[in-house]
């Protein structure tokens, strides 16, 4: 079975070293670069996987590099950085990062995190439809793309099931509990307001109003309920 591709952009050898040596331990395809340049350019000769991103590194920021990939791909990545700071986290999610690992970790959680990240990536579409529509919104379950009107719009993978998720129960509202229970763990232990971050931040891409939002309504106390714009505010 071919090895699962993982491209890790750190330029701490005493972070990167070990870390891909517990990578290839566990069957992964460990790439390590040390630099943003050389981060952009693995990317895209290495075709990885998943990436796992420094936030600081020595020739420039790694939300750089994020933003990068995000023009081009929803490969999954996961942030990995020494700052605690909850405004960072956000700016990082707000970009497209699937996960956020505040150093110091172990590789036994880092490790567990890519391999949910990676399960959640290759999970077959659900069965019956494998086309979405609402009003003029359009999601493909089999090409994995999304569109307004006719103009695609670029998802990260949890915007993706966020969406997928909420379109699959139209005009119900779907609770927070079983988003966060999905798209992220049963057993997630992080903050609540890494949903409200996605939510926000797919309320955008969709065009919604943030202070009128008519796609995603919110059900306080309750979750989200997907509609059409045409549907009376209640």
């Not at 670069?33 to 990436?51: H, I």
């Not at 999610?93 to 959680?109: N, Q, T």
């Not at 569109?147 to 609770?175: C, H, N, S, W, Y």
């Amino acid at each position: 079975m071919a090895k699962r591709r993982v491209l890790l952009i750190e330029d701490e050898e005493s972070i990167s070293e070990p870390l891909a040596a517990a990578l290839e331990r566990e069957g992964f395809a460990a790439t390590v670069a040390g630099t943003v340049a050389d981060g952009v350019e693995s990317f895209r000769t290495k075709n990885p996987e998943l990436v796992l991103l420094d936030v600081m590194l020595p020739d420039g920021d790694g939300r750089d590099v994020l933003r990068q990939i995000r023009a081009t791909s929803r490969v999954p990545v996961v942030m990995l950085t020494a700052r605690g700071q909850e405004m960072d986290k956000v700016i990082g999610l707000e970009l497209g990062a699937d996960d956020y690992v505040v150093k110091p970790f172990s590789a036994a959680e880092l490790i567990a995190r890519i391999r949910a990240v990676l399960r959640r990536t290759a999970a077959p579409a659900p069965a019956g439809e494998s086309v979405l529509r609402v009003a003029d919104v359009e999601v493909n379950l089999d090409t994995r793309t999304v569109t307004k009107g006719d103009e695609p719009i670029q998802l990260t993978l949890k915007e993706f099931e966020l969406l997928r998720m909420l379109m699959e129960g139209a005009d119900k509202v779907v609770r927070r509990t079983d988003l966060m229970d999905e798209i992220w763990d049963p057993n997630w232990y992080g903050s609540m307001k890494t949903l409200d971050v996605h939510i926000s931040s797919l309320r955008k891409k969709l065009g919604d109003d943030p202070a009128n939002p008519r796609y995603i309504r919110t059900v306080r106390g309750v979750g989200f309920r997907f509609s059409s714009p045409d549907d009376p505010v209640e």
